[in-house]
């Protein structure tokens, strides 16, 4: 083998040697990038992006329900924001809620809450914080009601006050029978319901 040919191939070797090398580092250093684990916190960052992510995809906007209640009197129940509850698809978490229900004697009742809950199969519903409720000259006020359409009435409760035309009350619960057209008024730790009547 002439020196010119033992110079080409040592050249060929190296050179295939090298280019094997820089395969191995980079493909070795790709193979371990892959392997490389997740510390617990960034694993937490990750998931709270990812449901925050997924909540805010299952944000509805101005959505309204209709229906009629088991004696048959109509209602729509409005929100600004929802949610589907990711337990149970059947309840929807709202904020901004607004209720109008239109009774069979042609009265109505219009209520209106910061959040509210609603359930579109029982067609229950529950409304939180700063409730007000108008019923023909009476004003409502108070932090829970809810509406029972199997039961068929609607509970009020936590710093009720009533403004009326005949005076102004507090109590603790007011009880509201739809089917039987009656109220009953609550007050708990034997505390008594407090009344301001005006006299013409």
Known sequence: MTRVRKLKLTQLSLLIIGLLIVFFTYFEKERSDQKKIISRAEQEVINVKLKKYSDENNVFYNIQY???????????????????????????????????????????????????IYNNKTLDMVFNEDVKAFYENTELFAEKAEFSNSGSFLSISKDVKVNDPKGTMFADKLLFDIKKKTLDIASFDNKKVNTIVKYK
């Open 66 to 116: 209709t229906g009629i209640d088991l004696e048959g009197n109509r209602y729509t129940i409005k929100s600004e924001e929802a949610v589907n509850s990711s337990n149970n698809t059947k309840i929807v978490n709202m904020k901004k809620v607004q209720a109008t229900f239109y009774f069979k004697d042609n009265t109505v009742l219009n209520v209106f809450s910061k959040s509210g």
